[in-house]
């Protein structure tokens, strides 16, 4: 009896050992219709970027990424109209000129591994009004002068998403001693560099009726370098702001993946969306 | 309207005569711990000469309705005391009159072991409702702890309770949510009970007098979740001596003590803290200066035979002072606290031998505040109630009882946060009224039915009437089995929004989240073995309708109600805050327990599965939640290592003053469905990143687009523990020194998985990082009780 109940804890206890690997090798792929593209008002419509998603751990057949029209039977239309291929980009246009506060449905259809895929999507451009007051703030004390953007909306629109460039950022201009990360080496900016450099902050639900002008302050966790800034504005419809902020957001804190908010229907991934957009400058310069 | 002529028609029933009663009487009373003085609760009362009898409630009250006067053996018992009995002659207008007072044992002893007179394992197995599990806080405090004895943590060793990580002590609950499960504490509701982020639940052990949670199928008198209850019940404290407990881990002291309050009550009080940050955090950067704390005082007034009053007191807190570098004058740092308090006043009165009733006035407060001024972001997340409370018991017959009472509740919830970019400001008063009427009738010994109807009101901004039927059957199949059926249909208006490390924030039902519901069907097999063991068997299958996940798109679908003079969007409303489904669960579970004797514990195998549909989520398929697991094994032994050879071998146990107790605790389940990336796609975040070579998300022009969800599963968990304990008696008190090795085979269980891609010889390759939960994590501690 004794030696049953040993043996017994024994094989519990083993059982209970190990560090089992995690193996995710085994995961079904469904060829998907991959769509950037976007719609500005008053610029012709181009720079459509329509590709394939590729299985994950398997070589990459970038001849083969790209969606084109004889190789996949691509046939694509912005509001009926054809969309012509590059072959100078890759990419596909129209001659159409965005105008503003106008819906335009993007229609796509290609093969794709013998299978034939179908999407489609719907962008409705904003309302003009969205306007920089100052494209040039000039130059700026790191955390004394803050770099406060002011605009005026565009009406319905409510999203705002602010591209902030280091345009010449480099390891010797890095703010080393900045209050948010600190004891950070020149070593260990070398691998996250680009992780510093570009940056994005984005106003959601915004005023969009507002009288009074609309603000956004560049906050200290957006500028990293002692440098030039580039900013750039967009005033987003609804696919652009669910794109920007679920499209990249798949992983939670949990290590889940979710499904992100695209607006394209059928075996379509990616983003059809329109925006009006808008550049300002200023430089950082350190406190002496 | 219909339950309303139910109640009236119940209540006039109350004071009519019953025809044949003349000749007959009721012996009723309370049965106490000797000791102590505490009320036992279910222990069994019978007459010897007519063999029939019942058990106590809650408040230790038992009645042995319309006898024939004469003189009558009672004989009491329960797990753990010796078996009193005693002639008593009926007297009329009894009232609660008879006082039983049991001399405690200890269990281990063959005496209890052998004891004839004990109630039967399979007695002890029919009086237990449907999927109704009780633990004793002794059993609680055998099983080997991640450093502290937790309430929550121990439920997790029982089938059909499982955990999502070793990080949490959240209970899933037969396929349900943790939001799904009622916490009671002396009847008061507790939201988020969890320390530590979760880590332990608020339940200090040594303060717990006696703890039950029912899996389903719950009878009328509980309601409001869709999953279960745990109701615990603290200390009254003893009415005869002062006594304490005194203990010592690696993270925290407490102690616990009781007194009597001269001869009309008595008085208990625990405390806990813990002292890292007065230590590990002075001594090490890295280690936060953070704490926790929660004291439960109750005391109980002995106001004379038919009225007692309990009034029970309950706070926690946790204080989080986080700095990324505590000695820099100006670093990234917030500060975080959140706690429970509680407080009911309890009234129990008998109006007469076959009317009990208890009225209860209670208060419960959920607050956390969150200040992270780098960012400018701060939080309040506060939750109340207020509730009064009746239930009452009556005794018409020894084949029936009637139960019946109601509930009014108010509801107070308030968000806010508030950023330079936006304020959420959610504030809401809801008023929750319930009353339910059930009757328990046992036309022969062998069979007990229970019928009843829960009636529902909540008013929010719109308001909700739901009836809920209940109904069980307990039928003695054989001398040594039982059988037991329950259905059940219950209604919630809470949800929750779960957060990783943060506590959860409570909504309630609305205009535009209606309630949710679920039906229960529970079937049962319970079997006695060789005396002492219990088997049972249970299978069930619940449906929900309209429950709740936070939707994790919410920014890209909530809406501001208005713009606040600083043209901030100002949010009021939980519109488009949750996702909406179906789902359902069903499984079978086995479970062979002892109680008694030098070795017991529990083994149970639960075989289930949750599948949830929410519109469009996963292309419209079904798929299983992140707590479905499709099999656990569960085993907890608790070994008298003087003694346990002895009671296989038959021979008589040793008695010492000195014991050593071996605990052990080994789980295996399934692994844990997880969501992982199907396929890449080249894209850029913004578009002017079209010529840029990286990005600030470190996924330069590319994105990962998930698989199915949860269609992969993680390794399987599996972990073992063991604690020894040696406890060494001195007359009036004890020292008891013990060592507990958590994970003791240290195996690497998958908490979750992280991915960094990189572009290898043309491919996109995925480096997954592992992230492991705790690994082999020995504590020590001691408990000194005097």
């Known amino acids: ?288 | 309207m219909k339950l309303g002529s139910i109640l009236i028609v119940m209540l006039l029933l109350f004071h009519l005569p019953v025809s044949g009663q003349n000749n007959t009487i009721d012996m009723s009373g309370f049965v106490f711990d000797k000791e102590t003085g505490e009320a036992l609760v279910g222990a069994n009362v019978f007459i010897k000469e007519l063999n029939y009898g019942g058990s106590t409630n809650i408040s230790g009250y038992f009645v042995i309705p319309d006898i024939p006067k004469g003189k009558y053996t009672l004989v009491c018992s329960y797990i753990g005391f010796r078996t009193f009995s005693k002639v008593y002659e009926t007297v009329e207008n009894c009232d609660g009159c008879i006082t039983i007072e049991l001399e405690s044992e200890a269990l281990q002893t063959e005496e209890v072991v052998v004891s004839a007179d004990s109630i039967n394992t399979i007695d002890k197995l029919f009086i237990k409702p449907v999927s109704k599990i009780n633990l004793t806080p002794a059993q609680i405090n055998q099983i080997p702890k991640v450093v502290e004895a937790d309430l929550l943590r121990a439920l997790q060793t029982m089938p059909g309770i499982v955990s999502l990580s070793d990080f949490s002590s959240a209970l899933y609950v037969r396929g349900g949510t943790p939001d799904q499960n009622l916490y009671l504490i002396d009847g008061t509701d507790v939201y988020n009970p969890e320390h530590a982020f979760g880590i332990f639940s608020t339940f200090n052990t040594n303060a717990i007098k006696k703890v039950e949670i029912s899996k389903g199928g719950f009878g009328a008198e509980y309601g409001g979740r869709l999953s279960s209850v745990l109701d615990v019940t603290n200390l009254d404290g003893n009415r005869n001596n002062f006594e304490g407990v005194f203990n010592l881990s690696l993270l925290s002291a407490s102690t616990t003590l009781q007194t009597p309050i001269g001869s009309i009550g008595s008085l208990s009080g625990s405390f806990r803290r813990t002292y890292i940050d007065q230590t590990l955090a002075k001594a090490i950067d890295d280690v936060p200066d953070y704490y926790f704390y929660d004291t439960n005082l109750k005391a109980f007034f002995d106001l004379g035979k038919k009225d007692k009053l309990t009034i029970s007191f309950f706070n926690s807190l946790d204080d989080l002072d986080f700095s990324l570098d505590k000695d820099a004058e100006e670093s990234l740092s917030f500060l975080y606290d959140w706690g429970n308090t509680t407080a009911s006043v309890n009234w129990k009165h008998i109006f007469s031998s076959k009317l009990f009733a208890s009225f209860w006035v209670t208060g419960s407060r959920f607050e956390s505040n969150f200040d992270f001024e780098a960012v400018s972001l701060a939080e309040e997340n506060y939750l109340s109630d207020y509730a009064f409370k009746a239930a009452a018991e009556y005794y018409y017959s020894t084949e029936m009882t009637f139960k019946f009472g109601a509930e009014q509740k108010v509801l107070h919830e308030r968000y806010d946060q508030i950023s330079n970019q936006q304020l959420i400001q959610i504030e809401n008063n809801r008023q929750h009224s319930t009353a339910y009427a059930s009757a328990v009738w046992k036309p022969l010994p062998v069979w007990n039915i229970e019928g009843g109807v829960r009636m529902n009101y909540f008013n929010t901004d719109t308001t909700f009437l739901n009836i809920e039927p209940r109904f069980s059957l307990k039928y003695r199949l054989t001398e040594n089995s039982n059988l037991k059926f329950a259905t059940g249909y219950y209604h919630q208006y809470l949800n929750r929004i779960q957060r990783l490390f943060f506590s959860s924030i409570w909504a309630t039902a609305n205009k535009y989240n209606d309630e949710s519901s679920s039906w229960h069907f529970i079937l049962g097999y319970q079997r006695a073995i060789a005396g002492d063991l219990e088997f049972e068997i249970e299978t069930y299958f619940k449906n929900y309708d309209n429950i709740y996940q936070y939707n994790e798109n919410v920014a890209t679908d909530i809406k501001p109600s208005y713009y606040d003079n600083n043209g901030r969007p100002v949010y009021t409303t939980t519109n488009n805050v949750f996702k909406s489904g179906d789902g359902k669960s069903y499984g079978i579970e086995f479970l062979l327990r002892k109680d008694k004797g030098a070795l017991t514990g529990w083994v149970s195998y639960a075989l289930s599965r949750t599948e949830y549909e929410f519109g469009r989520q996963n292309q419209g398929d079904a798929f299983v939640p992140r707590h479905d697991r499709s099999h656990v094994v569960n085993g907890v032994m608790n070994v008298d290592l003087d003694n346990v050879w002895n009671e296989f071998s038959g021979d008589a146990f040793e008695t010492d003053d000195s014991k050593w107790t071996l605990g052990l605790n080994f789980i295996y389940a399934s692994g844990q469905p997880i969501t992982v990336p199907g396929s890449a796609y080249y894209i850029n975040t913004l578009p002017d990143w079209n010529s840029l070579t990286g990005g600030a998300d470190s996924s330069p022009g590319y994105g990962l687009y998930p698989a199915a969800i949860n269609s992969y599963r993680l390794p399987d968990y599996i972990r073992m523990d063991v604690s020894v304990t040696y406890e060494k008696d001195y007359g009036s008190w004890s020292i008891a020194p013990y060592l507990q090795i958590f994970n003791i085979g240290n195996r690497g269980n998958t908490w979750f998985i992280q991915y960094n891609e990189e572009f290898e010889n043309g491919a996109l390759k995925q480096e997954i990082e592992k992230v492991n939960m705790l690994p082999l994590l020995p504590s020590l501690g001691v408990t000194i009780k005097f």
């Open chain 1, 1 to 288: 009896m004794k030696k049953l109940v040993l043996f017994l804890l024994l094989a519990l206890f083993v059982t209970a050992c190990g560090d089992p690997a995690v193996d995710v090798q085994e995961v079904e792929y469904r060829p998907r219709i991959t769509v950037e593209a976007y719609v500005y008002p008053g610029e012709q419509i181009k720079d459509i970027v329509l590709t394939r998603n590729f299985e994950l751990e398997q070589p990459i057949d970038t001849a083969a990424i790209l969606l084109l029209p004889n190789v996949n039977q691509v046939n694509a239309t912005i509001n009926g109209v054809p969309l012509v291929f590059d072959p100078s980009t890759f990419t596909y246009y129209t001659n159409i000129i965005g105008d503003y506060n106008t819906s335009y449905e993007l229609k796509v259809s290609a093969r794709i591994d013998g299978i034939d895929l179908e999407t489609s999507a719907v962008t409705t451009t904003p309302s003009p009004g969205f306007d920089l007051l100052d494209n040039d703030l000039g130059d700026l004390i790191y955390r004394e002068n803050p770099a406060n953007i002011k605009f005026t909306p565009s009406p319905g629109t409510d999203f705002y998403a602010f591209s902030i460039r280091a345009e010449n950022a480099t390891l010797d201009n890095f703010i080393y001693d900045n209050p948010f990360i600190p004891d950070l080496t020149r070593e260990d900016l070398e691998d996250t560099f680009n992780d510093f450099r570009y940056q994005y902050n984005l106003l959601i639900n915004v005023d969009s009726y507002s009288s009074v002008p609309l603000e956004y302050e560049v906050l200290g966790l957006d500028t990293w370098f002692y440098s030039n800034y580039s900013v750039i504005v967009y005033a987003g419809d609804k696919n652009f702001k669910d794109f920007v902020l679920t499209a990249k957001q798949v992983q939670q804190p949990d290590g889940n993946f979710i499904e992100p908010a695209f607006h394209l229907e059928g075996d379509g991934i990616g983003v059809f969306a329109s925006a009006v957009r808008d550049t300002l400058t200023f430089n950082l310069l350190q406190n002496n």
